[in-house]
């Protein structure tokens, strides 16, 4: 079954349809397959045959359905395991992030005198002799700096 040959024969396209330019029956297909899927899901969910459509295939496939997915909840027990698995894959995507957050913080930690010691050698008496007064205030000190010369400071 080709997406050319249905568009002619069950929507009465032309001759020279062309279904790279009219998605109509891959759209239809797609709608076709979501609605089997909510039927199985609800209301077909005890039903002995599945009929269902592939993607990319046009062809509908009729299946037996195995007695353990015919059991009431078996598709319920499906989803909560699905969910426990990407929960446990959530929960280790996190501590992977905390300890990764916690081993930044530790080397920080660890550089911070080596930090200190290079902004205090910038620190020269002309800059205590400018600074001073300001810091030394009792009003906030507010700093606006205009020339991104400084900002490197």
Do not use: C
Not at 9 to 36: C, E, I, W
Not at 91 to 97: P, W
Not at 132 to 147: A, E, F, H, Q
Request: without cysteine; proline residues 7%.
């Amino acid at each position: 079954m080709k997406e050319f040959t249905i568009g002619v024969g069950a929507f009465g396209k032309p001759d020279d349809y062309n279904p790279q330019d009219d998605p109509t029956v891959r759209v239809l297909a797609s709608k076709l397959r979501h609605k089997l899927e909510d039927y199985y899901r609800s209301e077909g969910r005890e039903n002995p045959v599945r009929i269902e459509l592939p993607k990319g295939h046009y062809l509908l496939e009729f299946r037996r359905r195995a007695a353990h997915d015919a059991a009431p909840g078996a598709a319920d027990r499906a989803g909560a395991r699905k969910w426990w698995r990407g929960r446990w894959v959530l929960v280790s995507v996190l501590a992977g992030v905390l300890v990764t957050g916690a081993i930044w913080m530790v080397k920080l930690y660890q550089q911070e005198p080596t930090l200190l010691a290079r902004t205090a050698s910038l620190w020269t008496p002309e800059l205590e002799l400018i600074w001073r007064p300001y810091l030394d205030g009792s009003r906030p000190v507010l700093i606006t700096i205009g020339t991104p010369l400084f900002t490197k400071f």
